[in-house]
């Protein structure tokens, strides 16, 4: 089945920097587009950033510059690199794998900024 294992966040400054991870399994990730989300607290999941199977990347304005997705499909994993953190980066960070038949989220990773 599919799993999906997010990792990495932690408790950082302003001015920190984090590197998140998402280890995928159950379908095949080299040619799956992948997305990065955010959900802040009490707020509802945003979209980030994307890779695409081609290695093409998105990001949503508010955090071009400061993010950078990335992915190693020897090891089936995507990353989203964060720099620059700020208190309105805190939140739960989720991957997310497209087309797939069923809308599949991991558990999530959990970053706390604070000022």
């Known amino acids: 089945q599919v799993q999906l294992v997010e990792s990495g966040g932690g408790k950082v400054q302003t001015g920190g920097s984090l590197m998140l991870s998402c280890a995928a399994s159950?379908?095949?990730?080299?040619?799956?587009?992948m997305d990065w989300y955010h959900q802040p607290p009490g707020k509802s999941r945003e979209l980030v950033a994307t890779?695409?199977?081609?290695?093409?990347?998105v990001y949503t304005p508010s955090v071009k510059g400061r993010f950078t997705i990335s992915r190693n499909n020897a090891k089936n994993t995507v990353y989203l690199q964060i720099s620059n953190l700020n208190p309105r980066d805190t939140g739960a960070y989720f991957c997310?794998?497209?087309?797939?038949?069923?809308?599949?989220w991991g558990q999530g990773t959990q970053v706390a900024v604070s000022s």
């Open positions: 159950g379908f095949p990730f080299s040619i799956a587009d």
């Open positions: 997310h794998p497209r087309g797939l038949l069923e809308d599949y």
């Open positions: 890779i695409t199977n081609t290695f093409y990347t």
